[in-house]
């Protein structure tokens, strides 16, 4: 399924949209963490066995962009965002039966497997188009619709605990909403179906430089290089250490303070979830449109340098204060946005805008294990401390200082990009840098 050429008044300002359309629609995965208490209590599972479908779900993101990435730059942004319009809707109605009948695996199967697969298409799916639409603020442009997914959970969110509390938390209720979760995001993705374009050929029709002009390496090369290596394990770090908050953020800062006098409510836990998805989403845009001003290496220096700060600030003194613990996890948050968005930019300014899109595609394995990661270990230490006799933030103390370390990783991987070796350029750039290299010898 090809998407139709823009005409030649076409503004390419109507691409960011049709992006938001999926990227709103998939970024529900982020409220994950308001079914978990229903789901522990109505089918008596424990926080770990609930974080599964997430986990998977992500898992299948990094797995299906990585292996969809050449597909969806072959096919275009309108066949990718078919196929994760198909795929999420249905994961939520496979996971709608599964509640209904008490059947987890179904849970798992639906909303874990069959959705991730559309996160993953749905999210790489307007990548490459808006680096062609946008070659002169690609930050920008990719912090536009990747936000999206970062604030997703703004919407879905308060959206998510409304309906548990009008149809019930119960197995009957949660498959009620899960079933209209399914249903609703059907119609809003098909809007970004319909209104998206691509470019006339290679060049932007705003005028611009080339899309294609500069540094061009291929997938296939690129994975061979230690750049791409690099990236992997910033990626994976800074992802691994938000996520693990993420997705246990409502019970999180409820164990935080369930010992104080002002406990945290169920309504506003799930309001901290959307405040976290605020800064999710703020930190895509706005950290994104920062690096093009600074460059993508001093945006992850902060990214990584002072995130590692607020965790420890969280781990050392953040039961004390809940402004301070709320401050911290929110800038943390749009770190770990902000990575998410700027990543296309920094692969697109080592190699170029070629295969950016199946690039970023092979990238977001690293999203794959940091799902794993950093629910197990958040939920997994927790459940240790928990039946050793701990309670209140002391269940989650070692995970962050763990988090902290990952975060000293990906600063170093950070300081060891360089620029891409010619070697790894396509066939007609390297050729073109031989005979410029070759020239002075021939001149003397």
Known sequence: MSPPVAPPDWSRWLVPPAALSVHLSIGQAYAWSVFKPPLESALGLSGTQSALPFQLAIVMLGLSAAFGGTLV???GPRWA??????????????SALGAAVEQYWLIVLGYGFVGGIGLGIGYISPVSTLIKWFPDRPGMATGIAIMGFGGGALIASPWSAQMLESFGSDSSGIALAFLVHGLSYAVFMTLGV???RVPRGERPVTGGPSAVEGVQVSARSAVRTPQFWCLWVVLCMNVTAGIGILEKAAPMIKDFFADTSTPVSASAAAGFVALLSAANMAGRIGWSS??????RKNVYRVYLGVGALMYALIALIGDSSKPLFVLCALVILSFYGGGFATIPAYLKDLFGAYQVGAIHGR???AWSTAGVLGPLIVNWIADRQEEAGRHGSSLYTLSLFIMIGLLAVGFVANELVRPVHARHHIPAQREAADAERQQPESAA
């Open 363 to 365: 990238l977001l394995t």
């Open 81 to 94: 965002m078919t196929v994760a319009l198909v795929c999420f809707s249905s994961g939520f109605l496979i």
């Open 194 to 196: 319909l209104l998206v």
């Open 290 to 295: 920062t690096s093009d001003l600074i460059g």
């Open 73 to 75: 730059e072959r096919n």
